[in-house]
């Protein structure tokens, strides 16, 4: 019988009892080398029950005396540990007690092997699917709640590939080849693929480092509209027409984008020019009509209102001011009551807007 060193004292024990069965033998081992393996059997199952029971227990308490749900996903995977698994593992271990065929064996390993790495894989996904829980718990965003899904699952099929090449080194293959080969294969997909890839990996940026979101009105390049669907190859927007435009991810990511989204205020900046013919102290009030006009406009504030220049048929006044609304449909209902009360104003006062002049001079030539 072999030795395991944990059960040398028990094992001098329960061979005192078990002297009558020496004398049956079956494939090489003694009746009380079966009896032996049986009963190590029995302790190592009860051992692996009480102690995930003891461990379960112990993070219960720890459950409650703390306000993170990390323990819960522990919790949990322990939990994910079936009776099936460690009622294997004992046999498994009793069974290296007995002189039993190679192959008996390497089957057997084969199985055990492949079983931990099953069973270490599932523990890692559910500590994948916590940690996502987390990143997502806070999100509003469908788009990146998808990406973070993506990236989940793209996450969990590598571990499989990993726990894949885990087991075959582990019995004796050489993964330098298969790496290798699965090298090539990745090249080859990726020349294949690289429009999609490219367009995926975008996707990826644009829902992390979110340059625009769902519902953000947007312009890219000529196109203006507001984003209606961020996908894995392309983002849709509405444009104002009404029209649906689909952009390519990886061409969003190379352009310059314009967010409306975080616009607080509108910046309104024009000129108007009054004729030369303007008596001095009338063109002296413009900008006091102007500035009264404005600042009574409810959801306007002033910048500022200049006599800029001195234009080819005008004298010129520049006038900036902010509206006070994102919208706009705001913004246009300012402007045009701006402008609409400098018109009132202007007619009271006799002050005429300028128009372009073109003074054409005729001179004889005597010859």
Do not use: C
Request: charged share 20%.
């Amino acid at each position: 019988m072999q030795n395991i060193p944990f059960f040398s004292d028990i094992t001098t024990r329960i061979n005192q009892y078990l002297e009558p069965l020496e004398g049956y033998k079956l494939f090489g081992n003694t009746g009380a080398d079966y009896a032996m393996a049986f009963v190590l059997l029995v302790v190592m199952t009860l051992v692996f029950a009480v102690a995930q029971k003891i461990i379960i227990v112990r993070l219960d308490r720890l459950a409650d005396r703390t306000n993170t749900d990390i323990d819960d996903t522990l919790i949990d995977i322990v939990q994910s540990v079936r009776p099936a698994f460690y009622s294997f593992a004992s046999v498994y271990i009793a069974i290296k007690t007995l002189s039993l065929h190679e192959l008996f064996f390497k089957g057997m390993t084969i199985i055990f092997v492949v079983w931990i790495a099953i069973q270490a894989v599932l523990a890692l996904q559910k500590l994948i699917d916590y940690i996502l829980s987390r990143k997502m718990k806070n999100e509003k965003d469908g788009s990146a709640l998808d990406a973070y899904s993506y990236i989940g699952n793209i996450a969990k099929w590598l571990l499989w590939v990993f726990a894949a090449l885990a087991v075959l080194a582990n019995f004796g293959v050489n993964i330098t080849s298969v790496l290798a080969g699965l090298g090539i294969m990745g090249i080859a997909v990726g020349f294949a693929l690289q429009n999609i890839l490219g367009d995926l990996f975008s996707s990826f940026a644009i829902y992390f480092d979110k340059p625009f979101q769902v519902g953000d009105l947007i312009v890219v390049g000529e196109h203006t509209g507001k984003v209606e669907h961020i996908g894995i190859k392309t983002t849709r927007i509405r444009a104002l027409q009404g029209e649906e435009i689909v952009i390519p991810n990886q061409e969003l990511t190379g352009a310059r984008v314009q967010n409306f989204r975080k616009l607080k205020e509108r910046r309104v900046a024009f000129s108007i020019g009054i004729l030369y013919e303007t008596p001095r102290e009338k063109i002296e009030k413009v900008t006091k009509i102007i500035t009264n006009i404005i600042e009574k406009v409810e959801k306007a504030r002033l910048d500022r209102v200049h006599f800029s220049s001195f234009g080819d048929s005008a004298l010129v006044f520049e006038i900036v001011y902010y509206v006070l609304s994102d919208a706009y449909l705001d913004k246009m209902n300012v402007q045009q009551e701006i402008q609409f009360e400098i018109m009132r104003e202007f007619e009271k006062e006799k002050i005429e807007f300028a128009y372009p002049v073109v003074d054409v001079r005729l001179t004889q030539v005597v010859r």
